[in-house]
């Protein structure tokens, strides 16, 4: 049974319906290419039933296809990306992110200037050396960045999510820091 409604049309056969309607519309471009592309002395064959709706009267169509070697080298070019790959909301979470390491360098620096102590053992002895401790915190940022890019060439979800989660870490690190710069006063 034929039906033209498309609301009595199950998901299956709409898109069934779609792709041969797509393919019938795309077809004489894919003909027309491959003609254009036709040898002068190919072994044709009269044009059947099947291809006449195509093809004008008359036409014929190729029975042989010439050897390798009589064919010119494809001209072909190499596929280049020139848009950022980078969605925006992930550009606004790397600015984010040297933003809360800027905050956390700027607290940590403001509560050991009031007679606070870094706790951390992996930092405690570089915090000392301000230049040092921006580098290592500029450092730590530009990795973040980078891990999350090549995480996000595979899944942009997991990278996001890993740049909220190390952006709040350092938020609540950060606002930890000011608030012992506070009591210390």
Known sequence: MVCLRPERLSMSSRRAALTVLAALWFAPGFVAEARA???AGAPTLPVSFSTAAVLPIGESIRLFEPAPAQLPAPIVQPFRRFSNPDSPLLVSLYVA???TQALD???T???IDRGGVETNPMLSGITGNKPAFI???GAVAAGSIYAARKL???NKMAAIATLV???AAYGFVAHHN???AERLR
């Open 135 to 137: 580098a290592l915190k």
């Open 109 to 111: 620096i403001k509560a």
């Open 165 to 167: 989660a190390i952006n």
């Open 97 to 99: 992110t040297g933003l």
């Open 178 to 180: 000011y608030r012992v």
């Open 152 to 154: 996000a060439r595979k």
């Open 105 to 107: 360098i700027h607290s």
């Open 37 to 39: 592309q036709e040898r």
